[in-house]
């Protein structure tokens, strides 16, 4: 069986990456054998008191993937998977992909508004969440989701109190079967290389989330590569504090390129400064990733009597625009900083570690691979002259051609020939690095979380007292960027900020997409064809010119 929507690479191309070795042919889910074959107890993962060894995991791996089966899961079914940072979601990825069956790795922050969309839109046969986690309940979320698909959705719980209509995780890792016996019988089922392992959120830029199919092969290279380029190695203890289910942390190289390295990968709910330095210390954790917000909040934490970092040699930033001067004080840290500017459809662009400071503090960095196709294109589609700004195009052997099951949205994202139309407004730097400029997709980066202003805008419209509405990002220190909800508000009361908010999370719209400003105009400033201008928005909200609520 094979999940269909997938958009295939050119059959020349496949060839060609196979035979530049980019593409070993390798399934995910073989994976943690090979790496217990080679390095047995050694810690793979280590979770709160929680260590897992090599071997532990992999038999983890089968026993769920075995348990997988017997629940009725079969190859190119989809399962949400979404789970805070712990080693169940390591062990539900791996088990997943040992049968072909493609995890769709939802952000925690998702709400129904987001979840629903993806599971109707990925099919999903199993949703696996935490029962609760920081106050919400997630399987009542999971099951009324679930319950509301065409197909029967089974959710699979972790932690205490899981609900009758829904299956407890834990006991799938058990099985009586003998673990090599059980090991053939999986090998047997392994997924062709070429096959879709996983579907990434993109941050989208037209209504809710868009899927992202990743090949095996491609996102295998996908961490490998940027493992050579972060430094991993067999002593190499890597950090995840943001949500693993992003392709940052998980394969920018981040824990598959830790894993693939044979280092040990330390998980944490969140990147919260003194929980983060304390097992930076505790684990000697010697590179992470962050968004720069997380970076700034760590510089201003970081007491050097206090907090004992010395083991971290490598601090990654991207997701969002990396501030110069942040990125000069970061080595206060005691650590190289790396600046990543990549995307879930693909292209990662890295600074070397042996790059000049004010290359590193000053770009975002340089593609990858010798195979990434990258033109820097105007309006009309025309390559710019070098070290002019234009928007940014890519092609290569980790970005694939298509969203999953795209359809009109690969029209607008994609060219013709299969290069992505990135959204985001780039130059080249006289060191041969890329500068993010700016952006010509209609979202807000909210601390790295990408927010469709469309999507929220839909809601606005939903509401009984909006009559036109506008959604823009307003520059913040700290997050970089905030929401801000530009209303011309129709006749009656106005509600005010905390009760929008309400309004919003009652139609089951994600935590950090929630309005932050609401402003207040009598009419918004229009473009020649009628829609918001959205410049002259930020202008006058610059400005400061309008209601504040
Ligand atoms: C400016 N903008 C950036 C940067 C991403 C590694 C790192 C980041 C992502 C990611 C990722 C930026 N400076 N350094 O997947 O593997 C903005 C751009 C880009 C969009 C992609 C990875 N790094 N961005 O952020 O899919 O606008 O991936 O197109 O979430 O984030 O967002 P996302």
Request: charged share 25%; aromatic share 6%; glycine share 10%.
């Amino acid at each position: 069986m094979v999940l269909d929507g997938q958009v295939r690479w050119p059959e020349h191309l496949v060839a060609d990456y196979v035979a530049k070795g980019y593409w070993r042919g390798v399934a995910l889910g073989s994976l943690p054998w090979r790496w217990a074959d080679a390095r047995g107890h050694r810690t793979a993962l280590v979770d709160g008191d929680s260590r897992l060894g090599y071997d532990d995991l992999a038999r983890r791996v089968d026993a769920l993937a075995a348990n997988l089966l017997s629940i009725g899961l079969r190859p190119a079914d989809t399962v949400l998977v979404q789970l805070h940072n712990c080693w169940e979601f390591v062990v539900t990825v791996f088990a997943a992909a040992r049968i072909g069956v493609v995890p769709v790795l939802a952000l925690p922050g998702y709400r129904e508004r987001e979840l629903a969309h993806i599971a109707r839109h990925a099919a999903v046969s199993a949703a696996v969440v935490p029962t609760t986690w920081r106050g919400f309940d997630h399987q009542r979320l999971a099951l009324d989701v679930a319950a509301g698909l065409d197909r029967p959705c089974r959710v699979l719980a972790v932690g205490a109190g899981v609900s009758p209509d829904a299956t407890a995780l834990r006991p799938l890792l058990h099985v009586d079967e003998e673990p090599a016996a059980l090991r053939a019988r999986l090998d047997a089922l392994a997924p062709p290389s070429g096959d879709v392992a996983l579907l990434l959120m993109s941050g989208g830029t037209t209504g809710p989330p868009k899927l992202i199919a990743r090949t095996h092969d491609d996102y295998e290279y996908n961490a490998r590569r940027s493992g050579e380029l972060s430094g991993l190695g067999p002593d190499s203890v890597y950090l995840v504090s943001l949500p693993a289910g992003h392709n940052f942390p998980l394969g920018s190289p981040g824990l598959l390129g830790a894993l693939l390295a044979g280092g040990t990968v330390v998980m944490l709910p969140s990147p919260e400064p003194e929980a983060a330095f304390a097992a930076i210390a505790r684990e000697r954790v010697t590179i992470t990733s962050v968004v720069p917000a997380v970076a700034h909040r760590w510089l201003e934490h970081h007491r050097p009597d206090r907090h004992d970092l010395s083991s971290l040699r490598v601090v990654q930033v991207g997701g969002a625009r990396l501030a110069p001067d942040v990125a000069r004080r970061l080595p206060r840290l005691g650590c190289a900083v790396q600046q990543v500017f990549g995307m879930a459809e693909g292209l990662l662009n890295f600074t070397r570690l042996d790059d000049p400071p004010d290359v590193v503090a000053e770009t975002q960095g340089r593609p990858m691979c010798p195979d990434d196709e990258v033109r820097i294109v105007d309006e009309a589609g025309d390559d710019v002259p070098f070290g002019r700004p234009g928007e940014l195009l890519t092609r290569g052997p980790y970005t694939p051609r298509g969203y999953f099951r795209g359809g009109r949205h690969d029209v607008d994202s994609f060219t013709p020939d299969g290069w992505y139309r990135t959204g985001d407004v780039v130059r080249w730097h006289p060191s041969g690095n890329l500068v993010v400029t700016g952006r010509v997709k209609d979202l807000i980066n909210r601390a790295g979380e990408k927010i469709s202003a469309q999507e929220l805008e839909d809601v606005l419209y939903s509401l009984p007292w909006v009559a036109r509405a506008a959604v823009v990002g307003v520059p913040d220190a700290e997050l970089g960027e905030r929401v801000c909800a530009c209303v011309v508000p129709g006749p009656g009361p106005v509600p005010d900020l905390a009760e929008v908010r309400a309004e919003f999370a009652a139609r089951g719209v994600a935590v950090f997409k929630l309005p932050e400003q609401l402003r207040v105009f009598d009419a918004l400033p229009l473009t020649d064809i009628g829609k918001p201008d959205k410049k002259k928005l930020r202008a006058l909200l610059a400005a400061n010119t309008d209601g504040h609520r």
